[in-house]
């Protein structure tokens, strides 16, 4: 009977309990659901720009699913790329393919060079570029009959980013430096934030001449101060001693896990106003921060539906993510990142204005 009275006991207090209800209930398939339309994507299909590309390589690209676009010249295929509107450029020079990628991401530069040796194996033995028989007893019997295109020689490439050492922990390490920063810090001080609430210290400081923004900010920058050496040591220890790819300024990178920690403590004690427990602070986890992973950049947005897609625009995650990217990869300055950087202060700041909104709940000065 008293193991009985014990059941009952937490069954009642679960179900008076709505928001772990909605969590137990709702969040686990909120995230599966993501996982599914994330992975069940589209499959990855190359964008190539093609300068001076013969008929039939650029046919049989498209054949295999490869978005071509013909440019009239290195120039402006060059400018496309450097704007990663396209992932590689294919031209043919002295009878061989020469590929430029992108080079950001791995998998993308592996998938292009892929598809080029199947292309090229399946030319070789196509009746378009099938030996000229004046050419049969001569040196040069493999030279194609298309364009001067010899489908046996071996591609020429080189990289607009990265290069071949480049791994998948360098394309990926810059957005990994922007979760973990993003998610301790939100966790942290939303937990923190709540224990000052909790202990009553918040409510003395509302009975103080104290005005609300003055609360808030006093708590942003006295929390700022360790979000901002955690941050610091994070960026200085992935790039110095895990030895991520660092092409360009180390104090942009510090800037943007800087502003990153600040969007997320802001966002952090914003919501730590709506849960009256750790554990409810904990809760928020799956329904704030693991969207967010999914369209940071870990996984290629390209693939997913446009109407998905759109989601990642509101994901303060995901401006940090591409900010570090464009650093740490492409060595890209302020002026490619200025809008990412002004989003995330924009962010913190509309966070900041709710805060204050939300603190009079609490007690109206």
Same mark, same amino acid.
């Given at each position: 009977m008293r193991i009985r009275a014990l059941i009952l006991r937490i069954t009642q207090q679960f179900i008076h309990d709505k928001r772990t209800m909605a969590l137990l209930i709702v969040a686990p398939l909120l995230v599966l659901t993501l996982m599914y339309l994330v992975f069940n994507g589209d499959s990855y299909k190359p964008a190539l720009g093609a300068v001076n590309l013969p008929s039939a390589f650029a046919s049989a690209l498209e054949n295999h699913d490869a978005e071509i676009t013909s440019f009239p010249s290195q120039e402006e295929a060059a400018a496309s790329l450097e704007k990663q509107e396209i992932d590689g450029i294919i031209s043919i020079k002295e009878g061989k393919p020469d590929i430029r990628l992108e080079g950001s991401d791995p998998k993308k530069s592996q998938a292009i060079m892929m598809l080029i040796r199947t292309v090229q194996q399946e030319l070789l033995s196509s009746s378009a570029f099938a030996p000229n028989a004046a050419a049969s007893d001569s040196s040069d019997a493999t030279a194609s009959s298309a364009d001067g295109l010899t489908p046996t020689a071996s591609p020429e490439i080189s990289y607009l980013h990265g290069g071949e050492e480049m791994t998948s922990?360098? /394309? $990926? #390490?810059?957005? @990994?430096?922007?979760?973990?920063?993003?998610? *301790?810090?939100?966790?942290?001080?939303?937990?923190?934030?709540?224990?000052?609430?909790?202990?009553?210290?918040?409510?003395?400081?509302?009975?103080?001449?104290?005005?609300?923004?003055?609360?808030?900010?006093?708590?942003?920058?006295?929390?700022?101060?360790?979000?901002?050496?955690?941050?610091?040591?994070i960026a200085i220890?992935?790039?110095?001693?895990?030895?991520?790819?660092?092409?360009?300024?180390?104090?942009?990178?510090?800037?943007?896990?800087?502003?990153?920690s600040i969007?997320?403590? /802001? $966002? #952090?004690?914003? @919501?730590?106003?709506?849960?009256?427990?750790? *554990?409810?602070?904990?809760?928020?986890?799956?329904?704030?921060?693991?969207?967010?992973?999914?369209f940071s950049g870990l996984f290629d947005l390209d693939n997913m539906s446009p109407w998905l897609r759109w989601l990642s625009t509101i994901m303060p995650l995901k401006y940090g993510a591409d900010a570090l990217r464009s650093v740490m990869i492409r060595g890209q300055g302020w002026q490619d990142i200025d809008l990412d950087l002004y989003i995330l202060i924009g962010l913190s700041l509309l966070f900041m204005a709710a805060n204050v909104l939300a603190l009079r709940k609490h007690r109206r000065i």
């Amino acid at each position: 009977m008293r193991i009985r009275a014990l059941i009952l006991r937490i069954t009642q207090q679960f179900i008076h309990d709505k928001r772990t209800m909605a969590l137990l209930i709702v969040a686990p398939l909120l995230v599966l659901t993501l996982m599914y339309l994330v992975f069940n994507g589209d499959s990855y299909k190359p964008a190539l720009g093609a300068v001076n590309l013969p008929s039939a390589f650029a046919s049989a690209l498209e054949n295999h699913d490869a978005e071509i676009t013909s440019f009239p010249s290195q120039e402006e295929a060059a400018a496309s790329l450097e704007k990663q509107e396209i992932d590689g450029i294919i031209s043919i020079k002295e009878g061989k393919p020469d590929i430029r990628l992108e080079g950001s991401d791995p998998k993308k530069s592996q998938a292009i060079m892929m598809l080029i040796r199947t292309v090229q194996q399946e030319l070789l033995s196509s009746s378009a570029f099938a030996p000229n028989a004046a050419a049969s007893d001569s040196s040069d019997a493999t030279a194609s009959s298309a364009d001067g295109l010899t489908p046996t020689a071996s591609p020429e490439i080189s990289y607009l980013h990265g290069g071949e050492e480049m791994t998948s922990f360098d /394309s $990926f #390490g810059p957005v @990994l430096i922007g979760v973990f920063a993003f998610f *301790f810090v939100f966790l942290i001080a939303g937990v923190s934030f709540l224990k000052e609430r909790t202990s009553g210290t918040l409510e003395r400081l509302l009975a103080t001449p104290l005005k609300r923004w003055e609360i808030v900010a006093g708590y942003i920058a006295g929390f700022g101060i360790f979000t901002g050496i955690q941050a610091v040591l994070i960026a200085i220890y992935s790039i110095h001693v895990l030895g991520l790819m660092m092409n360009g300024s180390i104090w942009l990178v510090l800037l943007i896990t800087l502003l990153l920690s600040i969007t997320a403590l /802001s $966002f #952090g004690t914003f @919501l730590s106003a709506f849960a009256n427990t750790e *554990f409810q602070m904990i809760q928020f986890i799956p329904i704030v921060i693991v969207p967010q992973v999914f369209f940071s950049g870990l996984f290629d947005l390209d693939n997913m539906s446009p109407w998905l897609r759109w989601l990642s625009t509101i994901m303060p995650l995901k401006y940090g993510a591409d900010a570090l990217r464009s650093v740490m990869i492409r060595g890209q300055g302020w002026q490619d990142i200025d809008l990412d950087l002004y989003i995330l202060i924009g962010l913190s700041l509309l966070f900041m204005a709710a805060n204050v909104l939300a603190l009079r709940k609490h007690r109206r000065i």
